[in-house]
Protein backbone atom coordinates (compact mmCIF):
# COMPACT_ATOMS: atom_id res chain seq x y z
CA UNK A 1 0.00 0.00 0.00
CA UNK A 2 3.00 2.15 1.05
CA UNK A 3 3.84 2.33 -2.84
CA UNK A 4 0.75 3.58 -4.01
CA UNK A 5 1.63 6.70 -1.87
CA UNK A 6 4.75 6.90 -3.80
CA UNK A 7 3.31 6.52 -6.89
CA UNK A 8 -0.02 8.78 -6.16
CA UNK A 9 2.84 11.41 -5.14
CA UNK A 10 4.98 11.46 -7.92
CA UNK A 11 2.23 11.61 -9.96
CA UNK A 12 1.18 14.59 -8.70
CA UNK A 13 4.67 15.89 -8.87
CA UNK A 14 4.65 15.79 -12.78
CA UNK A 15 4.44 12.28 -13.47
CA UNK A 16 6.00 8.77 -13.08
CA UNK A 17 9.44 10.29 -14.49
CA UNK A 18 9.90 11.96 -10.95
CA UNK A 19 11.46 9.65 -9.20
CA UNK A 20 14.21 8.89 -11.77
CA UNK A 21 14.90 12.68 -12.39
CA UNK A 22 15.38 12.41 -8.38
CA UNK A 23 18.11 9.69 -8.68
CA UNK A 24 19.36 11.12 -11.88
CA UNK A 25 20.24 14.48 -9.58
CA UNK A 26 21.45 12.85 -6.37
CA UNK A 27 23.48 10.46 -8.85
CA UNK A 28 25.04 14.06 -10.74
CA UNK A 29 26.25 15.41 -7.74
CA UNK A 30 27.63 12.41 -5.99
CA UNK A 31 29.55 11.88 -9.37
CA UNK A 32 30.99 15.42 -9.23
CA UNK A 33 31.76 14.71 -5.43
CA UNK A 34 33.64 12.08 -6.29
CA UNK A 35 35.44 13.74 -8.82
CA UNK A 36 36.63 15.82 -6.93
CA UNK A 37 38.09 13.83 -4.45
CA UNK A 38 39.77 11.80 -7.71
CA UNK A 39 41.49 15.04 -8.43
CA UNK A 40 42.71 14.65 -4.94
CA UNK A 41 44.11 12.09 -5.43
CA UNK A 42 45.97 12.47 -8.69
CA UNK A 43 47.08 16.20 -7.64
CA UNK A 44 48.79 14.22 -4.60
CA UNK A 45 50.43 11.98 -7.19
CA UNK A 46 51.34 14.30 -9.80
CA UNK A 47 51.96 17.06 -8.16
CA UNK A 48 55.29 17.61 -9.45
CA UNK A 49 54.41 18.35 -13.31
CA UNK A 50 51.92 21.44 -12.82
CA UNK A 51 52.24 24.72 -10.98
CA UNK A 52 50.02 24.33 -7.65
CA UNK A 53 47.90 27.04 -8.96
CA UNK A 54 46.39 24.85 -11.64
CA UNK A 55 45.58 22.10 -9.90
CA UNK A 56 44.20 24.51 -7.08
CA UNK A 57 42.41 26.05 -10.10
CA UNK A 58 40.81 22.61 -10.93
CA UNK A 59 40.05 21.83 -8.07
CA UNK A 60 37.94 24.69 -7.45
CA UNK A 61 36.47 24.98 -10.32
CA UNK A 62 35.01 20.86 -9.47
CA UNK A 63 33.76 22.27 -5.87
CA UNK A 64 31.84 25.34 -7.70
CA UNK A 65 30.16 23.30 -10.23
CA UNK A 66 29.34 20.86 -7.14
CA UNK A 67 27.82 23.60 -5.22
CA UNK A 68 26.05 24.77 -8.52
CA UNK A 69 24.88 21.20 -9.00
CA UNK A 70 23.32 20.67 -5.26
CA UNK A 71 21.65 24.20 -5.40
CA UNK A 72 19.91 23.19 -8.42
CA UNK A 73 19.00 20.17 -7.20
CA UNK A 74 17.71 21.19 -4.19
CA UNK A 75 15.38 23.81 -6.19
CA UNK A 76 13.97 20.88 -8.25
CA UNK A 77 13.21 19.05 -5.61
CA UNK A 78 11.68 22.00 -3.79
CA UNK A 79 9.57 22.67 -6.70
CA UNK A 80 8.58 19.16 -7.71
CA UNK A 81 7.10 19.18 -4.06
CA UNK A 82 5.40 21.77 -3.93
CA UNK A 83 3.65 20.98 -7.41
CA UNK A 84 3.07 17.80 -5.79
CA UNK A 85 1.64 19.59 -2.41
CA UNK A 86 -1.10 21.79 -4.23
CA UNK A 87 -2.16 18.81 -6.12
CA UNK A 88 -2.40 16.49 -3.16
CA UNK A 89 -3.50 19.28 -1.22
CA UNK A 90 -6.61 20.62 -3.54
CA UNK A 91 -7.60 16.30 -3.68
CA UNK A 92 -7.82 16.51 0.17
CA UNK A 93 -9.68 19.95 0.35
CA UNK A 94 -12.34 18.44 -2.79
CA UNK A 95 -13.03 15.00 -0.98
CA UNK A 96 -13.14 16.98 2.72
CA UNK A 97 -15.87 19.52 1.24
CA UNK A 98 -17.68 16.41 -0.50
CA UNK A 99 -17.78 14.90 3.03
CA UNK A 100 -18.94 18.12 4.72
CA UNK A 101 -22.11 18.36 2.08
CA UNK A 102 -23.29 15.06 2.19
CA UNK A 103 -23.03 14.53 6.56
CA UNK A 104 -24.79 17.63 7.22
Known sequence: MLHYSYLYWARAAGGTWVPFAIVLAFATVECIAVSSKWWLTYWSTHGTEHNQAYFLGIYGIINLVNVIAVFL????????????????????????????????
Not at 73 to 86: K, Q, T
Open 73 to 104: RLIFIMMLGLRASRKVGKTVNNIDIVFIQYSI
